[in-house]
């Protein structure tokens, strides 16, 4: 007489979301005689068979699938695994706008949908937990940034990428002479000492003077008509659009 020793399996389920596969497995781990079948009941009211399956539930919610293995000789045995089949999940979002000048501020809005939680990656070494941030970017350069989602299980997750380009921002600057100052002459030299800089606007703060009450040079030189407090002003600007703005006064 040969007695065959029952049938000892395993099974195990991977990727838990609804609207998409999940896939169940069955091993043997010792007895019976092969071949072996396997009937699945997926606990939604829909069957399988198979050593290995893949079953969409379309809903989420709790479900216990279950395996039940016959040997050759009619022999069987059953497994169970339980899962939380969560709701399809996906991570998305917009910005208010992808390039800027330093400073640059930027409102992220979350468009993820079924995520419960959520986190983000600046790119620049900073992240938030909120749900749809405003991050501001110190320093010129491109960034990357990463959002993930978590479902309401913490076990699945999506992410999704975007790029932010932050440009360089002008420090406008300036010094003012006094050409001749001991003759009381009414010349003032300015000197730009701006960073960054491909473009100057000068106002000389001398309506008096018309058109000469503005410059575009780099290092203009300015005759005031009388003497007095004038306001002078200087805004700068570089080849991606940013400026900067910088008033001093000077007496003549």
Partial sequence: ?????????????????????TYFEAAIVSG????????????????????????IYQNAGNYTATVEVSDSLGCSTSCQTSMIISPTLSADFSVNTVVGCS???VSFTNLSVNGVTHYWNFGDGNGSNETSPVHSYLAAGTYDVYMWAYSGTGLDSAFVTSQIV??????????????????G????????NSLFADSWLWNFGDPASGAQ????????LHV?????????????????????????????
């Fill in 32 to 55: 019976g005689l092969p071949p072996y079948t396997y009937r699945w009941s997926f606990g939604d009211g829909t069957l399988g068979a198979g050593e290995t399956v893949a079953h």
């Fill in 185 to 192: 002459s009414d010349s003032v030299q300015f000197a730009d």
């Fill in 103 to 105: 400073p640059f501020e």
């Fill in 1 to 21: 007489v040969h007695v065959v020793p029952p049938v000892i399996i395993t099974c195990q389920a991977d990727s838990f979301e609804s609207g998409l596969p």
């Fill in 224 to 252: 005031y008509g009388a003497n007095s407090t004038y306001d002078v002003s200087l805004t700068v600007s570089n080849s991606f659009g940013c400026s900067d703005f910088i008033r001093n006064s000077t007496s003549v």
């Fill in 166 to 183: 932050v440009n360089p921002t002008p420090v406008a600057n300036f010094q003012m002479y006094i050409l001749n100052p001991t003759t």
């Fill in 213 to 220: 009450n503005t410059s575009t040079l780099q290092n203009p």
